[in-house]
């Protein structure tokens, strides 16, 4: 039994690298050396237990249709599809089977404290925020933002590339309506946005903010719940996670290493791919239950209104 990741940019080769040390066998191939011709060869030759889909977001249509055609289960990198029209078009493809044992690979799901929220946040929260900021030219070594998935004028930008926060938002308040997406562009990388501000409310009444950007100076990715017994605010680059009541307030911390993340929703994808019993989990994305969360970072998307342009430098 083989996993075939597509993609060897750095997330297919982490991908690739965890699935080794989880003790399968892993076979690793360049999109844009191979293509879908090489994808199929893989296919129809090998014994594919799992297919891994870590490439551009706008060249995966074909690879999940091939995959869907020979019952082969999918882990595909968020975000699933930019586009509503084609993620109706991927679950229309896949079987109900394949959809339960299929993963979306927003793993910051699996983030201790994310969890804890999950069991914390309870009553009825008037109020949210999520936010996430980080410099883009600084990611990573050899980096060129130019050259990036990130300044794709239709697949890039912030709001698709840093969408855990609209999931985030998703599964700790369940059911949210999408009002307003306000962004601002950059002067030489027309329909890439640099910041996002999406509004949205959950029921049965509350507010929601969700923040995304390129620009922060150092890395930001914390929110805040509020209800009107208790608020809890998080802050997941410390790992800290702040609860207020009337009278009392605890702050809890949370050790976690970042890649600890992307091998335990890669050794529950082994689990659902080879069939074996897993508990119920809601927060698990498989394609299944994750699909409100996908079409919910599309439909933000698709809503963007540009305000105006940051003339920053970006090399």
């Known amino acids: 039994m083989t996993y075939l990741v597509v993609g060897s940019g750095s997330v297919g080769r982490r991908h690739a690298q965890n699935l080794a040390n989880l003790g399968v066998k892993v076979a690793l191939i360049s999109w844009r050396a191979e293509g879908i011709k090489g994808v199929l060869n893989w296919l129809n030759a090998s014994d594919v237990t799992g297919l891994v889909i870590a490439t551009a977001t706008d060249i995966r249509l074909p690879l999940i249709e091939a995959a869907a055609a020979r019952g082969v289960p999918l882990f595909i990198e968020k975000p699933l599809s930019h586009d509503l029209a084609e993620i109706e078009t991927v679950y229309s493809l896949l079987s109900s089977d394949l959809q339960q044992r299929s993963m979306l690979g927003v793993m910051m799901r699996y983030h ?34 130019a050259e990036s998935y990130a300044a794709h004028p239709v697949t890039g930008g912030a709001l698709l590339d840093l969408c855990h926060e609209l999931d985030l938002a998703h599964v700790l308040l369940g059911t949210l309506e999408l009002h307003k997406v306000v962004a601002l562009g950059h002067p030489d990388f027309p329909g890439v946005d640099l910041a996002s501000h999406a ?117």
């Open 112 to 145: 201790p404290l994310v969890r804890h929220l999950k069991g914390e946040v309870s009553g009825q929260p008037f109020r949210a925020r999520f936010e996430v900021g980080h410099d883009v030219t600084v990611w990573r070594d050899n980096w060129r933002f």
């Open 199 to 315: 509004t949205l409310t959950a029921n049965p009444a509350a507010t929601v903010t969700v923040s995304v950007d390129y620009l922060s100076p150092q890395l930001i990715r914390k929110g805040q719940i509020v209800g009107a017994d208790c608020a809890h605010s998080y802050d997941l680059a410390k790992g800290s996670v702040t609860r207020q009541t009337k009278n009392a307030e605890t702050t809890i911390t949370f050790g976690c290493e970042r890649n600890q993340m992307f091998l335990d929703i890669m050794a529950e994808f082994i689990s659902l791919a080879e069939r074996r019993d897993l508990d119920p989990d809601p927060l698990r994305p498989t394609l299944d239950q994750a699909r409100a969360s996908i079409e919910l970072t599309a439909k933000a998307h698709a809503a963007r209104y540009f305000i105006g342009e940051m003339d920053v430098q970006l090399t």
